[in-house]
């Protein structure tokens, strides 16, 4: 999905931060999609507030692709190392605070178009209470709930 605003932003020539979780392997497929020197990427932690304002500092606009359709594990499988709560619910939250307080002018949050409170799927609970929190931190946010994205 974030391939596809990446080239829709790259054909208009805007300058874009892409932040990404992992290695230089999961942002440079996106390269093709922006003029040289128009997009750089930024490596975040969800869990690491620090690295998200320095991300967000100087934007306008902040779109949020983050979530996860699986949790990651940990090397001992009974840890998760990144769940559904802390993607959907704590990094959206942190994410649409921080873009609040470096007064970034839109906010766009991606969620799902199965994002409910009281559904049976955790995932997509968690996708409700991710929007709910944004929208608290970030009055005016912009929820897109697209279909599931593969």
Not at 24 to 38: C, E, F, I, Q, T
Not at 98 to 121: I, M, N, T
Request: aromatic fraction near 10%; charged fraction near 25%.
């Amino acid at each position: 999905f974030g391939g596809y605003v990446v080239n829709e932003l790259g054909k208009h020539g805007h300058n874009m931060v892409v932040a990404t979780r992992g290695d230089d392997v999961s942002w440079r497929h996106l390269k093709p999609y922006a003029d040289y020197g128009k997009m750089v990427p930024s490596y975040v932690s969800i869990k690491d507030e620090k690295s998200i304002r320095d991300t967000i500092r100087g934007a306008d606009t902040v779109i949020n692709l983050m979530g996860k359709h699986y949790e990651t594990k940990h090397y001992f499988p009974t840890l998760i190392n990144c769940s559904f709560e802390d993607v959907h619910i704590n990094g959206a939250e942190l994410v649409a605070r921080v873009a609040r307080e470096e007064d970034v002018k839109h906010l766009v949050h991606v969620s799902s178009a199965y994002a409910k409170q009281d559904s049976q799927s955790r995932w997509a609970r968690t996708k409700a209470v991710g929007e709910e929190r944004v929208n608290k931190q970030f009055p005016g946010a912009v929820i897109v709930r697209p279909n599931t994205v593969y």
